[in-house]
């Protein structure tokens, strides 16, 4: 394999970690880097078509630049051209194969992350097998089982609440799954996001058919919905949702639910839901020991079917103690290096993967909104937040607004101040409008999807 080869397929590699995999798929994988310039520094990358080089050109060129460079310093500018029927080439090396396997293996557990039941919402990956049991999560675990054990009559609704990253997801949809196997088609299981949910029924106020919403969730008998928090404020959602939740309460249907704080704490959510939430079962998740998260991370390689030296498992578990999605994270990341760049794993490396995952996860700031807005739309920081009044930056200084509000709450004066100088009042508007055209436009929905994305990665 010649050297351009491998420095793409590297690249690849290494921004397949970084992107959702349906973005990968989509944009990247077609991708091809057919000439590198040393003289000047330049990589020419062709992809198939007009459409995928202009998005790869402007949603992925930062990344492409970085992961280029970190392989070669020299390399200063990435042109990108289309070329029709790109093709890998049939004839592969041993270490291509090699390559190949540990990319397969990469690729299979992440497809193992898109096998989502359109019936049900359910996640097929996420299983109680799966689903380590410690000190941290052992009362919720319990509660589960007693769920699956009597639905809809021991512990209703089951709320389990519990900071970001540490399994409420997986152990909800591990419920559902579970009850799923057990029951098999007698009961019907649904798993939705509060975000579903509140989308389902503007839409139905939007063009008066509420009944919609009772059809499509009074005829469920358990009703899963992830991260409840944010109907919190919702006031004609949270009717809706008071409707429904009386309805399949009344007939012993099984509700879960799952939130990052406790009911008490879910801000202007109203009085009689916040008793409904409390009047079953409330669980909570806290952190993991660190015998919990080394068990997880065993458990993961187990179900990757790959081992690891104890010492390193032992480093990573004792780094990073907060968040198990960051555990996972950088584990990954440490196979992919072993496997795939065949790097030998020694305490710099580790020192290395554990600090950048720790700086990509440290909590979202308005400074990190302001850089990743400006980045997505290839302008300045100043430009958003100088009194510039040039029409190009009309639309991403308000979705730069809405996210600080959304994401952060921060006040109306607040984002006013820190974007230009404007007035609270513009701000209100920039806001209201950017929220009502995530709902109603695909292609606005899409640029938050993916600058919040960025924002998460
Ligand atoms: P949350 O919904 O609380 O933000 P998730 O359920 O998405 O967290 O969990 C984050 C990641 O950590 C997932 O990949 C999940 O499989 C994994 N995880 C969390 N808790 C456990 C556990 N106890 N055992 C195994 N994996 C876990
Ligand atoms: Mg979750």
Redesign the pocket.
């Known amino acids: 394999m010649n050297d351009v080869k491998k420095t793409w397929d590297a690249v690849l590699g290494d921004i397949e970690l970084q992107v959702s995999r349906p973005n990968f798929l989509t944009w990247l994988k077609q991708s091809e880097l057919v000439e590198h310039d040393e003289k000047n520094g330049t990589v020419t990358v062709a992809l198939p078509n007009a459409f995928s080089k202009e998005w790869v050109k402007n949603k992925y060129h930062k990344l492409i630049l970085h992961a280029l460079r970190d392989i070669d310093s020299g390399i200063k500018n990435v042109n990108y051209i289309v070329k029709s029927g790109i093709q890998k080439s049939p004839v592969k090396t041993a270490h291509q194969k090699k390559q190949d396997g540990a990319r397969k293996q990469l690729a299979q557990s992440q497809l193992l992350e898109s096998k989502v039941d359109p019936e049900t919402n359910l996640n097929s990956k ?1 299983l109680l097998s ?5 000190a941290s ?1 052992e009362l919720a675990h319990a509660a589960v089982q007693a769920v699956i054990d009597s639905v809809g009559t021991k512990y209703n609704p089951l709320f389990i609440y ?1 900071m ?8 909800i949809q591990g419920a559902g799954n579970a009850i799923k196997e057990k029951y098999k088609s007698n009961i019907k299981v649904l798993y939705t996001t509060s975000e579903n949910f509140i989308r389902d029924v503007v839409q139905a106020i939007r063009h008066n058919r509420t009944e919609d919403i009772k059809k499509k969730y009074r005829r469920i008998d358990v009703l899963i919905i992830d991260d409840i928090q944010f109907i919190g404020g919702k006031q004609q959602t949270e009717v809706e949702f008071f409707h429904t939740f009386n309805s399949l309460h009344e007939q012993n249907k099984q509700i879960i639910l ?1 939130s990052d704080r406790p009911p008490a704490a879910i801000a202007e959510l109203e009085e009689r839901l916040r008793s409904r939430f409390e009047g079953g079962m409330v669980a909570d ?1 806290s952190y ?1 020991d660190y015998e ?1 998260r080394l068990a ?1 991370l065993k ?2 390689l187990h179900l990757g079917g790959t081992s690891m030296d104890d010492w390193i498992l032992e480093y990573i578990a004792e780094s990073i103690q907060n968040n ?2 960051e555990l ?1 994270g950088v584990l990954n990341k440490v196979v992919f290096y072993r496997d795939y760049k065949n790097e030998d794993i020694s305490r710099k490396l580790l020192d290395k993967i554990i600090s950048e995952s720790s700086r990509m996860s440290s909590s979202i700031t308005p400074d990190k909104i302001i850089k990743t807005v400006a980045r997505y739309f290839d302008i300045s920081t100043e430009d958003l937040t100088k009194r510039t009044r040039k029409r190009e930056v009309v639309e991403p200084r308000q979705i730069c607004m809405y996210l600080m509000r959304d994401l952060l709450k921060c006040s109306y004066p607040h984002i006013g101040e820190r974007l230009g100088k404007r007035d609270h009042t513009t701000v209100i508007y920039a806001c209201e409008k950017v929220g009502e055209r995530v709902k109603n436009n695909a292609e606005v929905n899409q640029k938050i999807m993916l600058i919040k994305e960025q924002l998460y990665q």
């Open positions: 996420y799966n689903f380590v049991v410690g999560n519990g970001v990253g540490l399994g409420k997801t997986h152990l799952s998740i993991p919990t997880i458990a993961k198990i999605r996972e």
